[in-house]
């Protein structure tokens, strides 16, 4: 059930329920039971919401945490993937032009198949393959110069 629709209607439902649930109280019990009583219930009411307010704000700022590390992972792949790029200038041009498609596959799967799947919690195994690729390319690769070799020991 998409989002939009579930929240108006747990919304509804959990007005209708405490609505009636005050309906019933106010018709099983007599307004004397109300007025003795009505101190206990102000001070109830108010360390719940202030317990309510404390575990809220709590919950806000471990969100937030998660939020924040999954920027940074975001960050530190596509840096990765973007080295992995400009590192392959030093290789021949078809471990290069292999290395090169890869990194550009693999980024697209990321951006437009793997978050998608991440919101179910599941992730796309094509991902690993076309990085495994890219490293194969170059793990395979026997360098011709200084130059090849040193693109070479940088692995994508």
Do not use: C
């Not at 009505?38 to 575990?55: C, H, K, P, S």
């Not at 937030?64 to 200038?89: C, K, M, N, P, Y």
């Amino acid at each position: 059930m998409p989002a939009a629709v579930l929240l108006p209607v747990l919304v509804a439902l959990a007005v209708a329920v405490f609505g009636g649930g005050q309906i019933y109280v106010h018709r099983r019990f007599s307004s004397q039971d109300f007025v003795a009583h009505n101190e206990v219930g102000g001070i109830i009411i108010a360390v719940t919401g202030t317990l309510y307010a404390v575990v809220l704000g709590f919950l806000t700022v471990v969100v937030w945490q998660h939020f924040l590390e999954a920027r940074e992972l975001v960050v530190l792949e596509s840096g990765a993937d973007i080295d992995a790029w400009h590192t392959a200038v030093g290789l021949p041009s078809a471990v290069r032009q292999r290395v090169r498609d890869d990194m550009l596959t693999y980024a697209k799967i990321m951006v437009d198949r793997e978050w998608p799947m991440m919101r179910r919690g599941a992730f796309d195994e094509n991902a690993a393959t076309v990085a495994m690729d890219a490293i194969d390319a170059t793990g395979t690769l026997v360098p011709g110069n200084m130059g090849e070799s040193n693109a070479q020991a940088v692995d994508p």
